[in-house]
């Protein structure tokens, strides 16, 4: 993150300049989150049957989260892609 935010503030690295960036750094960080767990994922509780929790099951198995550092080998491509097909045109990301 500091990686980030360090060359945007060039020599004027005062506290409050550092903490506002921090703060809207954050935010831009969790944003996507958040429509994850308030919209895709209600949406996908509607959508998705058994089998298809179950191949997502299996792959949080064998596969640990990217947020952690380290990426999945594999996907599991079907149910993902009917998540975003359900979603309204109107969120920008299916339709």
Known sequence: MLRVILPM???H???????ALVARYVQAWLAPMRTEETEVLPLAES???????????????????PLTGFEADAVCPAPYRKIPQALPPSSGIGG
């Not at 690295?13 to 903490?19: K, L, P």
Request: net charge negative; proline share 0%.
């Open 9 to 11: 503030l060039g020599e």
């Open 13 to 19: 690295r005062r506290r409050d300049t550092v903490e």
């Open 47 to 65: 959508v998705l049957g058994a089998a298809d929790w179950a191949a997502i099951d299996a792959a949080f198995q064998t596969h640990r989260d």
